[in-house]
């Protein structure tokens, strides 16, 4: 049981980082941005790529030197999803909802066969491994690697938090979000308002993206489609478009995915991961945490 509660949180924290930028995007803009998962995916190359060029790892720097490849994946996907936003989305913020959807998955298939074209359709092995000596804590059985990497998840988005909730920038984010034109009378400069929080939504999945290149030991051009609708899944049972819910909803569906693969079979994880939010989508849609709100016009 324990062993089940632990994969759980650690396969949960990656899907809470990825899920945040879904839902601080929604949240400002009420965009679903499909693309969101390919920036993971555009991470993990990033990191793979950084690794490569810097050649051999000394024996014992391997989590020191991944965790500067973090920062520099982190600066790298939060300037592309801030191009992103510019080029693709922010001509079309008047526009019909329907036609920035489109959008939204016409940059998701870019970004994916882009990556293709650049990096090859074989899959790459990331030049970082984090294995390491497995510890036994209450019957569970971990490692220090997996330790440090919920570690810096947890750092991240307590770090989001705090400048969510106690930070002029915040505040900014928080009134657009309630209500963009009054914000805008009030001084808020909200297009850089709304860059800075596809700079940073873009800068935590690139960071889970490197992350899960280090412990998974490969990655390839499709790896960010299925995680980025586990994210959209986990934003949705949480309340997309509230923080501390998309955390809680990332780290329950890890958990769910965890113990319904015990369950029901390896095979069958998926399945039951996108079974939950169908469930969720019909019996709560607003989330555990969300609420119903009425859109103004």
Do not use: C
Request: positive net charge.
């Amino acid at each position: 049981m324990t062993q089940l509660v632990w994969n759980g949180l650690f396969v949960g924290s990656f899907y809470a980082l990825v899920a945040l930028g879904y839902s601080m995007v929604y949240g400002i803009i009420k965009l679903l941005n499909f693309a969101h998962g390919d920036l993971y995916m555009l991470g993990a190359f990033t990191g793979f790529a950084v690794l490569g060029a810097v050649g051999g790892v000394p024996g014992g720097m391997a989590l020191p030197l991944l965790l500067a490849v973090l920062l520099v994946t982190m600066a790298v996907t939060g300037l592309a999803g801030v191009a992103l936003e510019r080029i693709a989305y922010r001509p079309l913020r008047r526009a019909p909802r329907l036609s920035l959807l489109i959008t939204a998955v016409g940059t998701s298939f870019a970004l994916e066969y882009g990556m293709r074209a650049a990096a090859g359709a074989d899959p790459r092995v990331y030049p970082v491994r984090l294995g390491g000596t497995s510890l036994e804590i209450l019957g569970a059985r971990l490692t220090l690697q997996q330790l440090v990497l919920v570690g810096v998840a947890v750092v991240l988005m307590a770090g989001l938090n705090l400048l969510v909730t106690r930070t002029r920038e915040g505040r900014a984010m928080r009134a657009i979000a309630l209500d963009p034109r009054t914000s805008a009378l009030m001084g808020i400069d909200v297009d850089a308002v709304i860059s800075r929080t596809f700079f940073i939504g873009s800068a935590l999945a690139g960071a889970a993206g490197v992350m899960a290149g280090a412990y998974y030991g490969k990655i390839d051009f499709l790896m960010g489609f299925l995680i980025g609708l586990k994210a959209f899944t986990a934003a949705v049972i949480g309340g997309i478009g509230n923080i501390p819910g998309t955390m809680l909803g990332g780290l329950l569906l890890g958990l769910l995915e965890s113990f319904g693969t015990f369950w029901l079979g390896g095979e069958w994880r998926d399945v039951f991961a996108f079974g939950v939010l169908i469930l969720f989508l019909t019996v709560r849609p607003t989330g555990l945490l969300g609420e119903r709100v009425t859109e103004r016009v």
